[in-house]
């Protein structure tokens, strides 16, 4: 057999089910204009990209085989590659509008086998008695604990491929027209390794502390796989650990998918109510320059900005705050997080914004508001996370950054006054949403 390996979302040789066909391989990467042209020439994911892709070539160098690099649509260099006679293309399922849309194109070209890789389960393997998709987290979460058997995580054994001759010239990322820095975290085993897991239950919402597994661009880009991820779970299990907080979150990014599945429109569509939020571009572009006066969001926008990361908790500090004390339009929001996140997702992140905005599958509906303040006094006491990323109030007591009151009174040279109050515009947006319901 003759097969193209189309790599995506796989960005790693180990336990990469691409490798385990016998025969004949051209693997290759596309770098597609339709995802490159939407992004900013500085994109932080760019340089994580290009550095692994480069990584994979030389890995799969090692074993004899080789990397193509095309930049071009997916259709036009499968339409170059289709009479050169393979017999199938082979890549890992990704399931979101735009990657589903793409691949029906290029299977009407070649012979096209979508391999599991980016999640434990497909979008389609856990669904309810009735055959429908589940709506509600807890009983997906008790079905994949159910189904799950230690097939799931089979390591995938590489079988012997030969190369297809080709033009497999050097990776020149300088074509590509971006100037990102090179971000960091680039080795996910060094991740792993640092990752305590046995505080996770305990540190995850802390966010000074780095009490999570930085692991999701990993995932993201499956620089590590979750299979290893799951075996690494496992053998911690046998010495003690607690595992299965972790293994809870990591099954709501198998969630999102699966309702990104099912719900296409959840991409850009409320699933419930018709508010819309209001549109205010001088209160989103203050958000957007962590400058609303609140310290939790603007320290969450702000280190989402350096580094291409947010907390989890400061995620849903900050989404709560922009849709509810803001009254934006959650799309807005998501769109600015998918600009800037490195481990930016479609599912997951629409998903999150849905539930914070409160118009999502979510059972828990509109009127839970987060107070910021009451929020950063609980998981950010000393406000050792906000000065990290405000280090403009470094002299402010912390006391002083948790409470809405005091901060109306400070008269801070650089750092503005809150935007909005806190009451006030609970109220608001309760009556925006009743009406609307
Ligand atoms: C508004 C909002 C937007 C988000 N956008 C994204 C996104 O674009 N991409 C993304 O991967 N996650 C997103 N999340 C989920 C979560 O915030 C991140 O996965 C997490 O912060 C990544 O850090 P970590 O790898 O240290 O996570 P850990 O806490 O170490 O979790 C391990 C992995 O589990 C998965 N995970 C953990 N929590 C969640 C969750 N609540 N939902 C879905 N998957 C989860 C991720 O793959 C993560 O890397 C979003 C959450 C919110 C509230």
């Known amino acids: 057999m003759r097969r193209i390996l189309w790599f995506r979302r796989d960005l790693r040789v180990r336990d990469n089910p691409l490798l385990s066909f016998e025969g004949e391989v051209l693997p290759l990467f596309i770098f597609d204009p339709a995802i490159l042209d939407e992004l900013s020439k500085d994109d ?87 055959g429908t998709p589940y709506l509600v987290f807890t009983p997906f979460y008790n079905a994949a604990k159910e189904r799950f058997t230690p097939l799931h995580v089979k390591e995938c054994v590489p079988a012997t491929q030969t190369l297809f001759p080709y033009m497999y010239t050097a990776f020149d990322k300088d074509v590509l027209g971006f100037n990102a820095p090179t971000p960091t975290t680039l080795d996910p085993h060094y991740a792993l390794e640092r990752f305590a897991l046995e505080h996770y239950l305990s540190a995850r919402d802390f966010m000074a502390q780095e009490g999570t597994s930085r692991l999701g661009v990993h995932l993201r880009f499956g620089t590590l796989g979750v299979r290893e991820l799951l075996r690494h779970l496992a053998t911690q299990k046998k010495e003690g650990v607690n595992t299965e907080p972790f293994f809870r979150q990591l099954m709501f990014r198998e969630f999102y998918a699966h309702l990104l599945f099912h719900f296409p429109s959840l991409e850009t569509q409320n699933f419930r109510y018709s508010f819309q939020g209001v549109p205010d571009v001088a209160l989103h572009q203050a958000f957007c320059e962590g400058k609303t006066g609140v310290p939790i969001v603007d320290a969450g926008v702000r280190e989402l900005l350096q580094t291409g990361f947010m907390h989890n908790r400061v995620r849903m500090i900050c989404t709560s705050f922009y849709t509810k004390h803001l009254l934006l339009p959650w799309q807005w929001g998501e769109r600015f997080f998918a600009a800037h996140l490195l481990d930016y997702d479609r599912a997951s992140n629409a998903l999150s914004w849905q539930w914070s905005a409160g118009t999502g599958v979510d059972p828990q509906p509109y009127f839970r508001i987060f107070n910021p303040y009451t929020q950063s006094a609980k998981f950010d006491k000393d406000a050792v996370y906000i000065t990290r990323f405000l280090p403009e109030l470094r002299d402010t007591p912390a006391k002083t950054l948790h409470n809405e009151a005091a901060l109306f009174e400070s008269n801070h040279a650089t750092y503005p006054k809150p935007i909005v109050k806190h009451k006030e515009a609970r109220e608001k947006a309760l009556a925006h949403f009743e009406r609307l319901r």
Do not use: W
């Open 44 to 130: 932080k994911r760019m340089g994580f990209i290009c550095h692994h892709v480069q990584h994979l070539k030389q890995e799969l160098q090692e074993r004899g085989l080789d990397l193509a690099i095309f930049y071009d649509t997916p259709k036009r260099v499968f339409e170059t590659l289709a009479p050169l006679g393979f017999d199938e293309v082979v890549a890992s399922g990704d399931f979101d509008t735009y990657a589903m849309a793409r691949d029906r194109e290029i299977s009407h070209l070649l012979p096209f086998r979508l391999v599991k890789d980016t999640y434990v389960f497909n979008p389609d393997e856990l669904l309810k008695k009735d």
